[in-house]
């Protein structure tokens, strides 16, 4: 019998290669797993990613019950990283479904959190994603600062990340304001 960790693992291989039918067995075996060994906490990690699994398919109501839960049991366990954790990827599949509004505070609670527990590069992703919706519901600049902030907290920028920063520091520079350029900029 495998353990519920290489069942974890197995599952997450097959969810990267989109085998969702596959990967939600297996999490969900892993959960069962998890749970008959008394460690809840990685039982509702189990119920976060089938949730990731619902979302990839499409099921967002599912998603949504299934990560609410475990955002519940990592409340009540005081959990407050996997808690945040929880809220970002909740902010995801409100995302997904159409439900801005939901998806922003999901977002605007997680960054607080990671922000309060110097975790600072989820917090810098947190603040991307909740960009990104910002700039896709026609926030444009307030997307546009918030993007800025949260390229701050990323220490591996990718080439696209690079250049957008380039272009904000140019516009900072434009209009007088902001920060000088970091060291973190010449990378």
Not at 23 to 48: I, K, N, P, S, T
Not at 152 to 164: D, F, M, N, R, T
Request: proline share 2%.
């Amino acid at each position: 019998m495998s353990t519920a960790n290489e069942l974890q693992e197995q599952g997450v291989k097959l969810f990267q290669e989109h085998d969702y039918t596959g990967a939600a067995e297996l999490f969900r075996q892993a959960q069962e797993a998890y749970a008959a060994a008394g460690q809840a906490d990685m039982a509702a990690e189990m119920m976060v990613n089938i949730g990731l699994v619902h979302r990839a398919l499409g099921e967002h109501d599912r998603a949504a019950t299934l990560i609410e839960e475990a955002l519940n049991v990592f409340t009540a366990m005081g959990d407050d990283l996997r808690a945040a954790q929880a809220l970002g990827n909740l902010g995801g599949v409100f995302a997904a479904r159409g439900d801005k509004e939901q998806a922003m505070t999901c977002y605007r609670q997680a960054a607080d959190t990671f922000k309060e527990l110097g975790e600072n590069r989820l917090y810098g992703e947190t603040l991307l994603a909740l960009a990104d919706l910002q700039v896709r519901s026609g926030q444009i600049m307030v997307g546009a600062a918030t993007y800025e902030a949260g390229l701050e907290y990323i220490e591996h920028l990718s080439g696209p990340q690079k250049v957008l920063r380039g272009l904000l520091d140019i516009r900072r520079r434009l209009i007088g304001s902001g920060a000088p350029p970091s060291d973190k900029d010449s990378a």
